[in-house]
């Protein structure tokens, strides 16, 4: 992605293109996540408790689809309330009873309920998966409240297999989540999920012994709990940025940490993106970027260093970062604007990139750097 220092809002304008984005979600319906570790922390459960009080308060609300699994409590929770029939779905001599996308959107309640947001459709179905179906009841109005683990997020699937030893066949992605405007973090230790297990809120007992003893686990517990914390908060932190840059507020703000790596084509490049990812490491998952700067007043890098920073970019994504590439002129003016843009609060750079740059201007790109930032 090239951007040109020129296209930014001047510092304390409201952003253009935040505007828009803005205006745009104005016209969609709200989504909202409840978002759990894992099975059984209650997210079903506490939507529809959630749904019971904006039905006393007089808002139309319509069960889609909720999956009970048999379990007492949650299922004393839909009476009372309008739920959709399920559709039939035939499909190689096998049925099926799905979400009815039609006539959920024929109802056009003001707030509908659509369990299980990673859910895979019966062949057949409009959408092969949920989250699809919730984006086009989102697009016709219609405020969606819906249910996550977060194991099911397409990012995390290798994280997860490596915790758990188990593969996660359906999957929402991130982008998906990204577009929430509300989540809400369902969150009990490992400890209270294991007891609820034990007394057959979860499964029926022979599957919550086994369940208990492999993916259940506390240690998997913890750590999927970690991930859903730190993806709440990650929600929360970009939710933060979207706002002050639509009330043209200049950053950075009150926040998370970003990190913000700039490399070049010289042999520092991979070990910039590496420590970029150790930093971000060690501020909790704080995202990060590497941003190459391009510039059009200089003739092009020799092969050998457009092939470095291609690595370098690379990387970057094979680490979990993002990856800018930015046009100017003035590297500093240019670094600065999209720093201040993206809420960045740590900016990364290389030793022999600081020395290359006093030699050219007689000053440190570090100084400089800090000289704006002020």
């Known amino acids: 992605m090239a951007s040109d220092p020129s296209s930014y809002p001047e510092r304390g304008r409201p952003d253009p ?9 104005a016209r969609r319906g709200r989504l909202k996540v409840f978002l759990g570790m894992a099975p059984g922390v209650g997210k079903t459960y506490e939507m529809l408790r959630a749904a019971r009080r904006r039905k006393a308060e007089g808002q139309d609300v319509l069960v889609g689809v909720v999956e009970t699994h048999g379990r007492r409590e949650t299922e004393s929770l839909l009476r009372g309330l309008d739920v959709l029939p399920r559709r039939p779905v035939e499909n190689r001599g096998r049925s099926y009873l799905e979400f009815d996308l039609d006539a959920a959107l024929e109802r056009r309640p003001k707030l509908l309920l659509v369990d299980e947001y990673a859910h ?3 062949p057949g179905s409009r959408h092969p998966k949920r989250w699809q179906d919730v984006e086009e009841i989102l697009a016709a109005g219609i405020d969606v409240w819906t249910t996550l683990n977060v194991q099911h997020l397409e990012s995390l699937v290798d994280v997860v297999l490596r915790i758990t030893g188990a593969r996660q066949r359906e999957t929402v992605p991130d982008s998906a989540l990204a577009r929430a405007d509300d989540i ?6 490992p400890d209270e999920l294991r007891e609820r297990m034990a007394a057959g809120k979860v499964y029926v007992p022979e599957t919550a012994r086994l ?3 492999n993916f259940f686990k506390v240690e998997n517990l913890t750590a999927l709990r970690e991930l859903a914390l730190r993806r709440a908060a990650q929600t929360v932190d970009d939710q933060l940025v979207a706002a002050m840059r639509e009330k043209g507020v200049e950053g950075p703000w009150a926040a998370g ?5 700039l490399a070049g084509g010289d042999a520092m490049a991979s070990m910039l993106v590496r420590a970029g990812r150790r930093l971000s490491d060690m ?18 890098p020799p092969e050998t260093a457009a092939a470095r920073t291609r690595e370098a970019l690379k990387l970057a994504e094979q680490l979990g970062g993002s990856t800018v590439v930015l046009t100017g002129t003035d590297v500093v003016a240019t670094v600065m604007a999209w720093a201040r ?6 900016i990364v750079i290389g030793k022999s990139r600081d ?11 570090a100084a400089a750097l800090l000289r704006e930032a002020r």
Do not use: F, Y
């Open 211 to 213: 369940a208990s003893e």
């Open 184 to 189: 809400e973090l369902i969150d009990i230790t």
């Open 257 to 261: 940490e970003r990190i913000l790596v």
């Open 17 to 25: 293109e935040a505007l828009l984005a803005a205006a745009n979600k």
């Open 341 to 346: 843009r993206n809420n960045v609060t740590q």
């Open 355 to 365: 020395s290359r740059w006093k030699e050219l201007t007689g000053r440190s790109l």
């Open 283 to 300: 501020m909790m998952d704080a995202p990060w970027t590497l941003a190459h700067v391009e510039r059009p007043d200089r003739p092009p």
């Open 120 to 122: 895979s459709n019966a």
